[in-house]
């Protein structure tokens, strides 16, 4: 695995629901986990959206939060031009305010993988061409 693990909502919250078609999957790897994956406030709004109807999803996501396993490290106002840009670029997709500051994120790490079951970051390219390194189910 990469030095340097950033991860998308759908992970999170395929191993914090039980019904998630990625469930097991994404369990098994988040409970591996041995150094903090990092985030962005965004992917974090979309976990706590997606899990509004699961009190334990929530409480699940609390926990990785307070226990530092999900740590957020990015701060949009700093990038946020470039964000917006990356958006409008992939507008046809769409591509989401998350998915835009993960890219952004994968392009400020050396060694960034990202850990998703979005099959958009199969299109998204970081620094414009480069193919982002994806841990994801397929």
Known sequence: MAKTVLIDSGVVVAALH???????????????????????????SECFY??????EGKDG??????????????????HLSE???MMRRYRDIPMSLA?????????????????TT??????YRKNGRQKIPLIAPW
Do not use: N, Q
């Open 18 to 44: 039980r019904r998630d078609h990625h469930h097991a999957w994404a369990k098994t790897h988040l409970e591996r986990i041995t150094r903090p994956c990092l985030t962005c406030e965004a992917v974090l």
């Open 50 to 55: 997606l899990l509004e109807s699961s009190a």
């Open 61 to 78: 996501l609390c926990a990785l939060l307070e226990r530092g396993i999900l740590r957020v490290d990015f701060r949009l106002p700093d």
């Open 83 to 85: 964000v917006m840009r």
């Open 99 to 115: 998915d835009a500051s993960l890219v952004k994120m994968a392009e400020l790490y050396d060694d960034p993988v990202v850990w």
């Open 118 to 123: 979005d099959h958009d970051f199969e299109i």
